[in-house]
Structure formats: structure tokens, C-alpha cells
């Protein structure tokens, strides 16, 4: 593998894997499923050539409850899966969040429900940023747009746990996993670079310290509930530090910016993230050959949302089309933010089906002749 700073053509799932390990990875545990399968394959080879844990477990049940265990244990530990797989961890994951274990998992979406196929889908929307499990929590989720940001959001997905105990979701889908583009890698941790976890488990022998036990369950009802209510005053400080997006298409203007968006707004607003993004992209430039203003605003944290600049944007009464690879997940979103100040609009796709440029192109014309 290539020094830091050098350009790589690699997959998405492949720089989501070399970025784990620089980050610091010290155990990988999964199950194969298409379309994640070079992650584990490419984990499997270079987890082993440095000397860390690797293990495909029997059962992607199994292969979260061994990244709760590692991580417990001191190691920045991992997991990935797509759909279904993520479907079947749903409960650990609830048990880490419940524990206040930092973990990493990958979810690369395919098309559902059920077994659904193989092709790329963001229909797990509401599955990562409601939760999933049972119970009062929340992930983070990243959601990256292309190969750079699945190495570089992975490589901030390992801090994030860390800094909050928090299990962190990277959330892609079978298009951004399989591409292949130029990534430059992030630079490899050694061990004393990473944050030290003074609150692991068991007793470390001649410390003096008392042995701990690290679990979800309290069956004191006020205890939990307290426990719970001081984990959503830490979900507050994530909302308020982490929260990510990108806006294209919003010209500078002498109005002063508020959270990065200029009031300069553009003719209609798309509102998309991951495959769609890019495709939403290609819609912009189509629509500036016709002089037509396209902005793109990109949750980039899908958990929290930018809910912020997205209502100032919302606050010109323009329209807004929310583009996704599902039936309507995403626009929810979109809606709670804008509470009516503009209308919001949905291009929504299913089973694998991408959107294409020139049908969000088209859609967001009429849209705009209808309004006039």
C-alpha cells in the first residue's frame, strides 16, 4: 500500500477498509454479503499483515457482539454489512448505544426489503438515523458521496466514537462501494496515537483499579431513565459540534451567511445525498446550460441533520426537490426542517433504480413552470 498523500485508484469499499486500518482498527469481525464483499476481503488480507484481529464470524449476529466485545475490551473495533446483514445487528447495535461502547459499523445499501437485490439503494434511511434497535438512541451517520469521503469519513467515524462513546454508522450504497476514482489516504495511527480508554473492562493486575463491568441493562426504572436522559444531553453536543453538509450552487452575496448558506438563493433547491448527490449534481450543470439555477444542499451528517441552514434556505420560499434511491425517507427530513415555508417536492427511486440526470433535470423544470 501507498504512503500518505500519494493518489490511489481504489474502490469504495476498499478505501473504507485501508481507512479503517489507518485509523486505527485493532479488530475487524464480519460476514460476507454482496455488495460489501471487498471490505472483509480486503480486511481479511491486510488486518492479518499487521499483526491485528480479523475473524469472519458465523453469523453477523455474532460479528457485532465481537465488536462489542473488542471495543469493551480497548480496541477501536468494526464491523460492515449491507441490508440485510445490518437488519440481523440491529440488536447489538442497540446494546452498544445502550452501553456507551464506541464502535464502527459500514452499511454499503442494497435494494430491499427483504433480501431484496444487489443494486444500490438508500432505503435504509430511516433504519440508521431513527436508530434501527429498540430504545432511546442515536448513531452518527456519514454519509459519503464518492471514494475520498468513504476513506476520510471512516478515518472520522473512528475519532467520533471515540470522542462521544458512540457507535458510528458510515452509510453508503452499492454504487459508492463498487466505483472505483482517486483517493489520497489519510496517514496510519500507531497505537500511542490514539486516545487512550480509561474506561474499559475488567481489572488491570497490579493498577489497583476496581474491576468494571460495562452493560446496558439497569432494571431500576429512574436509574435508566437518568442514564438515558444524560446520553441525549451528549447527543445535543453532537447536534451542536458535528453536524456536516455541503451547499453548491449558492452564489456569494453581500447578505450575511448564516451557518455557511448565503440568502443568494437559487430558482429551486435539490436536496440529496450519497449516489443521488452526484446525480443531482449532473441535473445542476444540465440546468445551467438553459440558465436555470440549480442549488445543491448535501446532508453530509445524516444523523444529526443539518436542519439549520437548510431552513434558511427554505425561508426564500423556494421550491425544493428532495432526490432519493427511495420512496420517500429522506424528504421526511426535509420536511420536518422546512415546516412550510417552501414547497418540498420528491424524486424517489427504488429496488436498485438510480435516478438519471436528466430526469431530476426534467422534474425540477416542472416544478418551476408550474409555479409560474
Known amino acids: ?22 485509523a486505527g482498527c485493532g479488530a475487524y469481525f464480519g460476514y460476507p454479503i454482496t455488495p460489501q464483499n471487498e471490505i472483509i476481503t480486503y480486511m481479511a488480507k491486510y488486518m ?7 475473524i469472519q464470524a458465523e453469523s453477523e449476529i455474532a460479528a457485532i457482539n465481537m465488536v462489542y466485545g473488542a471495543s469493551s475490551a480497548g480496541a477501536r473495533a468494526m464491523t460492515s454489512s449491507s441490508s440485510p446483514g445490518i437488519s440481523l445487528k440491529q440488536e447489538g447495535i442497540s446494546y452498544a448505544a445502550g452501553a456507551d461502547i464506541p464502535l464502527v459499523l459500514v452499511n454499503i445499501v442494497r435494494g430491499g426489503p427483504g433480501l431484496g437485490n444487489l443494486g444500490p439503494a438508500q432505503g435504509d434511511y430511516f433504519q440508521a ?3 434501527g434497535g429498540h430504545g432511546d438512541y442515536h448513531l452518527i ?3 459519503p458521496k464518492n471514494v475520498q469521503e468513504c476513506a ?4 472520522l467515524a473512528f475519532d467520533l466514537a471515540d470522542h462521544y462513546r458512540i457507535p458510528v454508522m458510515v452509510l453508503g450504497d452499492g454504487m459508492i462501494g463498487q466505483m472505483i476514482e482517486g483517493v489520497v489516504l489519510p496517514p496510519e495511527r500507531t497505537l500511542s496515537e490514539l486516545p487512550q480508554r480509561d474506561w474499559t473492562v475488567g481489572r488491570r493486575v497490579g493498577s489497583g483499579r476496581e474491576s468494571r463491568h460495562i452493560t446496558s441493562l439497569d432494571l431500576v426504572p429512574e436509574s435508566l431513565e437518568a442514564k438515558i436522559k444524560a446520553r441525549f444531553v451528549r447527543y445535543d453536543g453532537i447536534k451542536a459540534r458535528e453536524t456536516r453538509f455541503e451547499c453548491i450552487g449558492f452564489p456569494l452575496t453581500t447578505d450575511e451567511p448564516v451557518d455557511g448558506v448565503r440568502r443568494g438563493a437559487p430558482d429551486l ?20 446550460k438553459e440558465g436555470i439555477r440549480l442549488g445543491l444542499f448535501r446532508p453530509i451528517t445524516l444523523w444529526p441533520f443539518p436542519h439549520t441552514p437548510l431552513e434558511k434556505i427554505a425561508e426564500t420560499g423556494k421550491p425544493i426537490l428532495t432526490v432519493e434511491m427511495s420512496l420517500g425517507q429522506l ?42
Open 1 to 22: 500500500m501507498s504512503k500518505s498523500g500519494e493518489k490511489l485508484l481504489m474502490k469504495g469499499n476498499e478505501a473504507i477498509a485501508e481507512a479503517a486500518i489507518r
Open 48 to 54: 492479518l499483515k499487521r499483526d491485528r484481529i480479523f
Open 129 to 131: 438515523t431513527r436508530g
Open 141 to 143: 451517520v456519514l454519509a
Open 152 to 155: 476520510d469519513l471512516t478515518y
Open 269 to 288: 433547491t435539490l436536496v440529496a445525498y450519497g449516489t443521488a448527490a452526484r446525480v443531482a449534481l449532473g441535473a445542476q450543470k444540465l440546468a445551467e
Open 331 to 372: 424528504v421526511e427530513d426535509v420536511k420536518l426542517t422546512v415546516l412550510g415555508k417552501a414547497p418540498v417536492h420528491l424524486l424517489g427511486h427504488s429496488g436498485g433504480v438510480i435516478p438519471t440526470e436528466e430526469e431530476v433535470f426534467a422534474e425540477a423544470k416542472r416544478i418551476l413552470e408550474k409555479k409560474t
